[in-house]
């Protein structure tokens, strides 16, 4: 069974940076495809981004559901360490929430969390000054 930590969160001040981490466990993560969703306090759950498994050509699918996530938010995947990234710059105060990955074994992307099968617990993103 497939297990997911995510890991890399945390305070930082406006303009900073953080990488966020999605280890897996019990299974390769390169069978599945991964996205990076979010949630901020009384807010929906809202998707990032994505990347495909690789049989299914390892694309990237960029979701952004708001326009200022482009350019800013970055997804990759080392295979060797079985950890999917999510690279965040020029974080500002709206981007804090809570940063899940979930794994969907389909091997496709979708914004629709029902394609997701595997989720982990979430680690906190604060950006504050």
């Known amino acids: 069974q497939l297990q997911l930590v995510e890991s890399g969160g945390g305070l930082v001040q406006p303009g900073g940076s953080l990488r966020l981490s999605c280890a897996g466990s019990?299974?390769?993560?390169?069978?599945?495809?991964i996205a990076w969703f979010r949630q901020a306090p009384g807010k929906e759950r809202e998707e990032i981004s994505c990347?495909?498994?690789?049989?299914?050509?390892?694309?990237?699918?960029?979701?952004y559901s708001t326009s200022s996530l482009r350019g800013r938010f970055t997804i990759s995947r080392d295979s060797d360490q079985n950890t999917v990234y999510l690279q965040m710059n020029s974080l500002q105060p709206e981007d804090t929430g809570l940063y899940y990955c979930?794994?969907?074994?389909?091997?496709?992307?979708?914004?629709?969390?029902?394609?997701?099968?595997?989720w982990g617990q979430g680690t906190q993103v604060t950006v504050s000054s």
């Open positions: 979930a794994a969907g074994a389909t091997g496709d992307c979708s914004a629709s969390t029902t394609n997701y099968h595997y």
């Open positions: 019990g299974s390769a993560l390169h069978y599945y495809a």
């Open positions: 990347i495909s498994s690789s049989e299914r050509g390892s694309y990237y699918d960029p979701f």
